[in-house]
């Protein structure tokens, strides 16, 4: 068992009136803390919470004198982890759930995701979708997520309504849809959304040119200069699957990749998402350039895209994060499934048992997610100064016992079952079944007019 003997620096100075308990809106009383950074666990430990941020961390018994907490959470067989970062969501899609199963990617895309789109998809489809998507994705214990669809503001709208940290992509692509009529079009719909939200602590942005196949090399060009004076990061489907690769090699007689780096997009700022296909040469380049790389697992292995090999990203220090992509290609929102799938896949495909440990896949799906985001000194671990964005686990069941060490149950065991409570920026949005943020009648009857709309 892994246990930190050292506690967290303490943010508060006592000098001046040592016997002032100082006042909070929140103080938590796990069993255990995981905070991710620093890597281990504490345990019989106080998490103090003001103004949406954590402020301390201290053992529990000294935290009576030194907190007057408004309220006080008592979580005598639970975890307390950091909210978990979704870092590849198309969370609208959610209303496409078991609409076209079984089937390879680009033939599922065709014959019936993009058809369904061109006849249904509109703003009010992009808000009820996403709405379900946070409903979610919030009651299994993500705080965040990184998205990428038609109709951002739609989006947008709908995580502020849920209560959610989101970063909305300002998608692009070069063909026509009912969102936008070509690469600029869908540029500038996008910075006006970006612009709309703009002092919204929770909303955060990136660029979201769709896929090398469905944009050109202008448009790509054009998104890199604007990341770079933004300073926005670029988040892009890439090397997902081998058609892909044959395709590009065909029309542009380069690899994906090689385009994504001509357009000047190789930076810390890219997300590349799958990443399925790489030659031992694209994963030093990636690495060189700080990139960071998404691993979908369920979406990879239910669209037959392959499996990437996740170890050598690691040896090669590429930062990890995880993601489920939309739910019509997973076909759950559950990153607690994801980080079991992620470690156990890249032990088999390494065939090396130590490929992804627990604690890394943990890492991946929180501070890697942060990291990705550029937003590590905001979320992605409980560490003073960041805001509260924190998930309980509740580990007294018995399907979670013996627990000898509770962080490879989060991975190997848990489930979202087992998430209890949910804090995004200190405050509870998820508890017990219930969503505080979110109307489960009113969202229910939007999904029954979907579900007759949509079905075929
Ligand atoms: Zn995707």
Wanted: hydrophobic share 45%; proline share 5%; charged share 20%.
């Amino acid at each position: 068992m892994v246990c930190l003997s050292a506690r967290l620096p303490c943010m508060i100075d006592y000098s001046d009136n040592a016997a002032m308990a100082q006042p909070v809106d929140l103080l938590i009383l796990p069993r255990w803390i995981i905070p991710v950074q620093p890597a281990g666990m504490l345990v019989n430990h106080a998490l103090a919470v003001k103004a949406g941020r954590i402020v301390d961390i201290c053992p529990a018994d000294e935290a009576p004198s030194r907190f007057a907490a408004r309220e006080t959470v008592e979580l005598p067989e639970h975890a307390l982890i950091p909210g978990l970062i979704n870092l590849h969501t198309h969370a609208a899609m959610s209303l496409l759930r078991g609409f076209g199963d079984d089937m390879p990617l680009m033939a599922w895309l065709k014959d019936k995701i993009w058809p369904a789109e061109q006849a249904h998809v509109s703003a009010d489809f992009v808000r009820d979708g996403s709405l379900l998507a946070c409903a979610e994705m919030l009651s299994s214990g993500t705080t965040c997520f990184n998205d990428m669809y038609f109709f951002p503001g739609a989006t947008a709208d709908a995580a502020q309504d849920a209560g959610m940290r989101a970063v909305i992509g300002m998608v692009a692509m070069d063909f026509p849809t009912a969102y936008a009529a070509d690469a600029e079009d869908y540029l500038n719909k996008g910075l006006a959304v970006r612009d709309r939200y703009k002092g919204e602590d929770r909303m955060s942005f990136t660029f979201a040119p769709h896929a090398p196949y469905t944009i050109s090399d202008d448009a790509l060009g054009r998104i890199g200069v604007l990341a770079e004076q933004l300073d926005v990061p670029v988040h892009i489907h890439l090397h997902e699957t081998l058609d892909e690769i044959r395709d590009s090699l065909s029309r542009f007689n380069m690899r994906p990749l090689e385009r994504i780096a001509a357009a000047g997009l190789l930076s810390p700022r890219l997300i590349a998402v799958h990443a399925v296909h790489l030659l031992d040469g694209e994963i030093e380049t990636l690495a060189k350039f700080g990139c960071n790389l998404v691993h979908c697992p369920a979406s990879n292995l239910k669209l037959a895209s392959g499996l990437p090999a996740v170890k050598k990203w690691l040896d090669a220090g590429i930062n990890l994060g995880i993601g489920t992509d939309g739910a019509a290609s997973n076909n759950r929102l559950d990153m607690f499934a994801e980080m079991r799938l992620a470690a156990l896949l890249a032990k088999g495909v390494a065939g090396d048992a130590a490929a992804l440990p627990a604690a890394r896949a943990l890492e991946a799906a929180t501070l890697g997610g942060a990291r990705a985001l550029g937003m590590e000194s905001q979320t992605g671990s409980l560490t003073p100064g960041k805001w509260a964005d924190m998930t309980a686990v509740n580990l007294g069941g018995l399907n979670t016992q013996p627990v000898f060490d509770p962080i490879s149950h989060l991975v190997y065991v848990a489930g979202r079952e087992q998430v209890s409570q949910v804090w995004v920026g200190g405050e509870l949005k998820y508890a017990e079944g219930r969503l505080s943020s979110v109307n489960m009648s009113d969202l229910k009857a939007r999904l029954a007019y979907w579900r007759d709309k949509l079905a075929p």
